[in-house]
């Protein structure tokens, strides 16, 4: 019977994707983009601890900071330290998030932020015991480590941007606005290879392209403005980009927000016309020279709270 049923369900699921193409498509591009996202952030957790393991044995091989006057000789002990508390500020200023590698100055914000902090708690150590051997460390090795690692991770970013160039490792947005609207927001991101966004689905207000038709620019259209949150979530969509259109009120944005947070990888980017923000979730994301405001997810569960609490910044207040 078992067979049977695996049987059916395997007929269902071919059935399905036979009726909705589009959708299987968008599935299997989402597949893609979660594949070569983990190896992108693979590659740069490597690189950054081979810049860091690099800082250490040079350090240990030139004999510096070997003796701390409580313990004696520590060698290859203030290496060591050094580059753990260089990895747990990576972890710490979440400089590993694959949200923001490989694209925008944010990377490099936390990488800086990593080994600044990384560098003074070192220091304050040294300091409270009164030894001179982390000195070398928190002003030549560890930043040393810190402009290694932000080397490899341009190159990889040139890498990635290489690939973009051939139609690889992009990102599935879903446009969401007039014809108008996602016609040009379709056009940037055809310009902008390099911030790997490719529009692989459309809502308009009708629910339908220029005189009545499927498409816009080549792109299908797969909804109208009520069904954003489904076709996102059916089409595997990284990206829901919320462009100006007249049926698009604040009540509807909000509540499209709040939808998106269950959603393991759709973001939520918006034209800055729509709404006002309180708090730090948001942040500019341009395209193509398209300013875009882009709402980052909570960092802990108890920010996330209810649509009723949007006035403490944990959710966009919508104009």
């Not at 983990?38 to 860091?52: Q, S, Y």
């Not at 313990?71 to 710490?92: E, I, K, Q, R, Y």
């Not at 392209?209 to 797969?222: F, H, Q």
Request: glycine residues 12%; hydrophobic residues 40%; contains cysteine.
């Amino acid at each position: 019977m078992s067979s049977h049923l695996g049987t059916d369900r395997t007929a269902a699921s071919a059935t399905t994707s036979a009726r909705n193409p589009v959708s299987g498509a968008a599935r299997e591009s989402a597949a893609a983009t979660s594949r070569w996202g983990r190896r992108f952030r693979a590659a740069t957790i490597v690189c950054d601890l081979v810049a860091i393991t690099i800082a250490v044995l040079v350090g240990h091989q030139l004999g510096l900071g070997t003796n701390v006057p409580e313990f004696g000789d520590v060698s290859p002990g203030v290496g060591v330290v050094a580059g753990t508390l260089m990895v747990c500020g990576l972890v710490a200023t979440r400089a590993w998030d694959a949200r923001i590698l490989g694209h925008g100055s944010e990377e490099f914000s936390r990488l800086i932020r990593a080994v600044v902090t990384s560098a003074v708690t070192l220091g304050l150590l040294g300091l409270a015991l009164e030894a001179t051997a982390p000195r070398p460390w928190v002003f030549g090795l560890m930043p040393m480590a810190g402009a290694l690692a932000a080397g490899g991770r341009l190159a990889l970013r040139l890498r990635l941007y290489h690939l973009r160039k051939q139609g690889r490792c992009t990102m599935p947005v879903l446009a969401v606005g007039t014809i108008e609207a996602v016609t040009d927001l379709i056009t940037r991101t055809r310009r902008d290879t390099n911030r790997g966004w490719a529009v692989s689905g459309v809502c308009t207000p009708t629910g339908a392209g220029p005189d009545g038709t499927d498409s816009v620019l080549g792109v299908p259209v797969v909804g109208d403005l009520d069904g954003v949150s489904d076709a996102a979530r059916d089409g595997g969509h990284r990206v829901v980009a919320v462009c100006p259109t007249p049926g698009w009120t604040s009540r509807r944005l909000h509540q499209l927000a709040w939808n998106l947070e269950d959603m393991a990888a759709a973001e939520l980017v918006v034209d800055p016309g729509l709404m006002e923000v309180a708090g730090p979730r948001l942040h500019v994301d341009p395209v193509d020279g398209l300013p875009l405001l882009r709402l980052t997810r909570p960092t802990s569960p108890a920010s996330r709270g209810s649509p009723s609490t949007s006035s403490t910044g944990s959710a966009p207040h919508c104009s």
